[in-house]
């Protein structure tokens, strides 16, 4: 009940959010960087302060993208249809999230490209179906939940594997957490994500959007999508292999 109030609190809301959700991911990341997180290393703490705005994000953005999808009628919900006031308001918060945390790498990991070049090209989709076209938002919605609902439990694991080097009991967690993430991520990008991408396609390559959201446009957020679901599916692939590496020279040990 507490989200459907949130829910119906955002939707009659008329002010630009935009700002204030980027005051509140600053303000999160500045505790985190300034206290909560002072005593870690310093490559650690990076982390730590990155994987904290993402919690901030994560699992409110599924529940809020969701509830916007919910919130409309099924014929309302179309790849073209235009962009409800709720809708947008989930966008900023999404697009508030991104900007924190790409300038969190660019001030301090200037070198980790791929991440950058991620945040920029979702940044471009975002705002473009926010302030440019104003429609598509189901789509890039549906994509949100998608990308988002494992966002708890990869934050955790992430945590986790900063500390399992030092910490035995992070060691743990990190062990007892891997499989069933790898899993449930698994069946997300790799099954769920792509076929919703692929009907996503199929609707913008046949020109039904042409009058609402240019060509360009359209093409730009399917190499977007694409490519993002591409390079999660080869990550999760690499994890899944190491993952069987550990486990066979684990059980290579105790048969010796």
């Known amino acids: 009940m507490a989200v459907v109030g949130v829910l119906d609190s955002l939707a009659a809301e008329e002010r630009w959010l935009y700002l204030g959700f980027l005051a509140m991911y600053a303000a999160i990341y500045c505790v985190g960087q300034l206290a909560l997180l002072r005593r870690w290393a310093w490559p650690l703490r990076l982390d730590g302060a990155s994987c904290l705005i993402s919690l901030a994000h994560g699992?409110?953005?599924?529940?809020?993208?969701?509830?916007?999808?919910?919130?409309?009628?099924?014929?309302?919900?179309?790849?073209?249809?235009?962009?409800?006031?709720?809708?947008?308001?989930?966008l900023d918060y999404s697009v508030a999230y991104f900007t924190m945390d790409l300038l969190h790498y660019l001030a301090f990991l200037p070198?980790?490209?791929?991440?950058?070049?991620?945040?920029?090209?979702?940044?471009?989709?975002?705002?473009t179906c926010r302030y440019l076209v104003r429609h598509g938002a189901y789509a890039l919605l549906v994509l949100l939940v998608l990308a988002e609902v494992t966002s708890l439990l990869q934050n955790v694991w992430t945590l986790a594997?900063?500390?399992?080097?030092?910490k035995p009991a992070a060691a743990r967690v990190y062990r007892?957490?891997?499989?069933?993430?790898?899993?449930?991520?698994?069946?997300?990008?790799?099954?769920?994500?792509?076929?919703?991408?692929?009907?996503?396609?199929?609707f913008y390559l046949s020109g039904q959007a042409v009058d609402v959201i240019p060509w360009w446009v359209r093409i730009s957020w399917?190499?977007?999508v694409g490519t993002a679901i591409t390079v999660s599916n080869l990550w999760i692939w690499n994890l899944w292999k190491e993952l069987f590496r550990e486990r066979k020279q684990s059980m290579t040990k105790k048969s010796t």
Not at 63 to 87: K, M, S, V, Y
């Open 176 to 202: 007892a957490l891997s499989p069933p993430f790898y899993f449930i991520y698994t069946v997300v990008r790799g099954v769920a994500g792509p076929l919703f991408f692929l009907k996503m396609s199929l």
């Open 222 to 224: 399917i190499v977007v």
């Open 111 to 127: 070198g980790d490209t791929l991440f950058i070049a991620h945040h920029v090209a979702t940044l471009f989709v975002f705002v």
């Open 59 to 90: 699992t409110p953005a599924a529940l809020a993208a969701a509830g916007a999808i919910l919130a409309l009628p099924p014929e309302a919900r179309g790849f073209a249809a235009p962009n409800t006031r709720l809708q947008d308001h989930v």
């Open 161 to 166: 594997g900063i500390w399992r080097a030092e």
